[in-house]
Structure formats: C-alpha cells, structure tokens
C-alpha cells in the first residue's frame, strides 16, 4: 500500500479515537484493545492490529488520562504502529508478527510526545474557560458553542499532530532498522512473542494493590495461556 488511501485512514482513525480519549464520545474506542484493530480494519488486516492492541493495552492498562494525569499518547502509539506494520512490511521472509512487534518498539518512545501536545491542548482550553467568562458577562452565550467547539479541535489537533510524529519517526527509524535486523527477526520472533507480552503482565501486577488479586491474575494468565498451546 504505497498510495496516500492507507495514511488518510489512518489519520482519520487517530483524529476520532484522539478525540474519544478525554475529549469528546469516551466511547473507549481510544483504548489500544480497540483502537489499533480499528486501524487495522479500516487498512485491510484487523488481525495485525488486534496483535498490536493487545500487546500495547497490557503496558498502558493500569495509565488512563484521568483527571490531571497525563500518561503518553498509547491511542496514536497503537493506531500508528499499526499502520507502520500494514503500510511498511517489507514481505517474506520477514515474519509480519516479528515485524508488527519491531512497528511497536519503534512507535513506543514517541508515545511521549503526546504528553507535550496533551499538555498545550489543556494550557489553551484554559485561557478558552476566561474568554467563556467574558463572553457569559457580555451576553453573547452563543459564543459558547464556539468556544466548546475550539476546546475539542485543540484535543483533535494534539491527536493528530502525534500521530505524525509517531508515524514519521517510526518511517525513519524503520529504514535503519529493517535492513540491519531482517536476517534476525525471524530467529527473534519465538522471544519477541513471549517478551513483549511477559512485559505487559508486569505493567500490570505493578498496579495491582490488592495481594490476593495477584495470584487470580496470575493463575487467568497461565491457565489462558496453556488453553492456547493447547488449542493453538
């Protein structure tokens, strides 16, 4: 897929599920477990996407954008990481799993720059909240409308303005990459599967205050896991 079609979509994808994180619907399609198959629906492989989403919503699991906090941008990392896989997979005998996994690691450390557009986007909806206070004293209440109006655009722009960075520091970062690691990634593929997530189930047991739900939550884990070397 080398036409502009896949990134429009992609945009597209991040602009509403940015805009779903604190903003707007929170409809809860900006978690990763949603967002990223979403991506990879709207881009003709959901099952990348799915293997994407949940590997990522096991890292962010226990950090939602709740009040004042403001954990790095896992919405964009997801639906950009899934884009780099579908649009950038190089082919055989690079394994795509192996290579939707490298998208992941490449996109993760940009995820930070959505905390600093997070963090404007919230400075300029607060100098809105002065301007609505003038606007009320004035008389002039459908301003408001417009004002509310802003305060969503300024979140749809920090969204989408990470994502572009996430997708074009991923590019980058791929081109040096895919040449020096393709003769490994299919040897690495057998650790990355079972690394990536062990990962995320220590994110997780690192949010986890309650004792007891330490051994349920580990006892799930190995039980699902047997099921699927079982059945899989």
């Not at 477990?33 to 590997?55: C, E, H, K, N, R």
């Given at each position: 897929?080398?036409?502009?079609?896949?990134?429009?979509?992609?945009?597209?994808?991040?602009?509403?599920?940015?805009?779903?994180?604190?903003?707007?619907?929170?409809?809860?399609?900006s978690?990763?477990?949603?967002?990223?198959?979403?991506?990879?629906?709207?881009?003709?492989?959901?099952t990348?996407?799915?293997?994407?989403?949940?590997?990522?919503?096991?890292l962010?699991?226990?950090?939602?954008?709740?009040?004042?906090?403001?954990?790095?941008?896992?919405?964009?990392?997801?639906?950009?990481?899934?884009?780099?896989?579908?649009?950038?997979?190089?082919?055989?005998?690079?394994?795509?799993?192996?290579?939707?996994?490298?998208?992941?690691?490449?996109?993760?450390?940009?995820?930070?720059?959505?905390?600093?557009?997070?963090?404007v986007?919230?400075?300029l909806n607060?100098?809105l909240?002065?301007r609505?206070?003038?606007?009320?004293?004035?008389?002039?209440?459908?301003?408001?409308?417009?004002?509310?109006l802003?305060?969503?655009?300024?979140?749809?722009?920090?969204?989408?303005?990470?994502?572009?960075?996430?997708?074009l520091?991923?590019?980058?970062?791929?081109?040096?990459?895919?040449?020096?690691?393709?003769?490994?990634?299919a040897?690495?593929?057998?650790?990355?599967?079972?690394?990536?997530?062990?990962v995320?189930?220590?994110?997780?047991?690192?949010?986890?205050?309650?004792?007891?739900?330490?051994?349920?939550?580990?006892?799930?884990?190995?039980?699902?896991?047997?099921?699927?070397?079982?059945f899989?």
């Amino acid at each position: 897929m080398m036409s502009g079609f896949p990134y429009c979509m992609a945009f597209l994808a991040s602009l509403v599920a940015g805009l779903d994180r604190t903003a707007v619907f929170q409809l809860m399609i900006s978690r990763p477990i949603v967002a990223a198959p979403m991506t990879g629906w709207l881009l003709g492989d959901s099952t990348t996407g799915l293997q994407i989403g949940a590997f990522l919503e096991l890292l962010w699991l226990g950090r939602i954008p709740v009040g004042a906090s403001i954990p790095p941008d896992d919405t964009q990392v997801a639906i950009g990481s899934t884009c780099l896989a579908i649009t950038q997979y190089p082919g055989a005998p690079i394994p795509l799993t192996a290579f939707a996994i490298l998208c992941l690691l490449v996109a993760l450390p940009f995820g930070k720059v959505g905390e600093f557009f997070d963090r404007v986007a919230r400075r300029l909806n607060g100098n809105l909240w002065v301007r609505a206070e003038r606007a009320i004293d004035g008389g002039r209440y459908r301003a408001l409308t417009w004002l509310h109006l802003q305060g969503a655009c300024h979140f749809g722009l920090a969204s989408v303005l990470t994502f572009g960075v996430i997708l074009l520091g991923g590019l980058l970062s791929l081109r040096i990459l895919v040449p020096l690691l393709s003769c490994d990634l299919a040897v690495m593929l057998p650790w990355l599967r079972l690394g990536v997530p062990m990962v995320g189930v220590a994110a997780c047991l690192c949010t986890v205050n309650f004792r007891p739900a330490i051994w349920v939550y580990c006892s799930s884990f190995l039980v699902i896991y047997g099921l699927l070397q079982i059945f899989g």
